[in-house]
């Protein structure tokens, strides 16, 4: 029973690139969670998806960041024109459905580093 | 600022000796708590969840309190072993059921265990 699949594990890119960060929820869950963590921080919310559907994104900058999460495939997090200030573990989680009712379950991130 | 806040940024305790982290948190609202633990280079892992409605939970070695009162959350962690060594972060749900359900982290503790 895989878990919360992240990839790339490690990801370089230089700024103004683009990034894509991939996430494939645990089997049979349907909502997804994107999170950024900072060196020595705790984890902030950025957006909630379910399938082709974007339920929360408050916590998402307005600016170059976007997610989905298509009927087919995994979800994306999508980083254009990336700066100094990207750099930051990028984790995922998925549940099976919503409420407070069940935990979330973490991916074991991606890594993205901006030279 | 934060909701969920922890009061020691590293705890340091004698394998086999009992730990307990702690958490507070300033939404009354609030009405599930998740503990994770989070090794180096990986994911947080789930520990224990509790909901409002109850104040005491046990798992395996671990036990979760809350007290609504003065908003805290305590974790503890019966004979501590090598592999306790990680950080932990207590998350809370600001809206069970629907609307946001992006979890707020607190900034973790990082549990030491001395030989």
């Known amino acids: 029973n895989a878990g919360v699949m992240q990839n790339p594990r490690h990801l370089v890119r230089r700024r103004g690139q683009e990034a894509r960060l991939r996430c494939s929820p645990m089997?049979?869950?349907?909502?997804v969670y994107w999170y950024r963590q900072l060196p020595e921080e705790g984890l902030k919310f950025m957006v909630y998806?379910?399938?082709?559907?974007?339920?929360?994104e408050s916590g998402m900058p307005k600016e170059r960041f976007s997610a989905e999460f298509p009927k087919e495939g995994p979800s994306i997090l999508r980083i254009q024109q990336v700066v100094r200030g990207d750099s930051a573990a990028y984790f995922c989680?998925?549940?099976?459905?919503?409420?407070?009712?069940?935990?979330?379950?973490f991916g074991d991130g991606t890594r993205l580093s901006i030279l | 600022g934060e909701s969920v806040g922890l009061h020691l940024p590293t705890l340091s305790v004698q394998e086999g000796d009992n730990s307990i982290i702690n958490c507070a948190y300033s939404?009354?609202?609030?009405?599930?708590f998740i503990w994770y633990k989070q090794e180096s280079g990986k994911g947080p892992q789930f520990i224990i969840d509790?909901?409002?409605?109850?104040d005491k939970r046990q798992g395996q070695r671990v036990t979760v309190l809350l007290n609504k009162t003065v908003k805290h959350l305590s974790l503890q962690i019966a004979a501590t072993q090598p592999g306790d060594s990680a950080v932990y972060f207590c998350?809370?749900?600001?809206?069970?059921?629907?609307?946001?359900?992006?979890?707020?982290f607190g900034k973790g503790t990082h549990l030491i265990i001395q030989p």
């Open positions: 989680a998925s549940s099976p459905r919503t409420g407070g009712n069940q935990p979330q379950h």
């Open positions: 089997k049979g869950h349907s909502h």
């Open positions: 998806l379910q399938k082709e559907n974007i339920i929360d």
């Open positions: 939404n009354s609202a609030s009405d599930y």
């Open positions: 509790i909901r409002s409605n109850m």
């Open positions: 998350a809370e749900n600001l809206e069970a059921g629907g609307g946001a359900d992006g979890l707020t």
